[in-house]
Nanobody
């Protein structure tokens, strides 16, 4: 079983920065891929960024050049560095994890139904 605990959310002004963390516990097989998702009020949850154990990454177009995903495998911790934040980045941010192969999928995915393990979320609010 995998447990994921996010931290680092908060309130910032437009143009500011935040760094989210996600502490993972459980077997390393189940956390080969890890990702960040977000859900704004009244909207569906969307994928923000993903990373695999070797460190390859994928990003949603809306955050490319502003957000950086990284992980420390020795500490079992996932990070999301968010710069140049905009009000539209306001959302609950979730950490997710999945094995290298899940439901027949072995490639990168930013679709939430391809991740079986989820954290409780941390709120990010960006004011204009």
């Amino acid at each position: 079983q995998v447990q994921l605990v996010e931290s680092g959310g908060g309130s910032v002004q437009s143009g500011g920065s935040l760094r989210l963390s996600c502490a993972a516990s459980g077997d390393t097989y189940s956390t080969h891929y890890m990702g960040w998702f977000r859900q704004a009020p009244g909207k569906e949850r969307e994928g923000v960024a993903a990373i695999n154990r070797p460190g390859n990454t994928a990003y949603a177009d809306s955050v490319k050049g502003r957000f950086t995903i990284s992980r420390d495998n020795a500490k079992n911790t996932l990070y999301l560095e968010m710069n140049s934040l905009k009000p539209e980045d306001t959302a609950m941010y979730y950490c997710a994890a999945r094995p290298r192969v899940y439901r027949g999928l072995s490639e990168f995915s930013l679709r939430e139904n391809n991740y079986p393990y989820w954290g409780q979320g941390t709120q990010v609010t960006v004011s204009s």
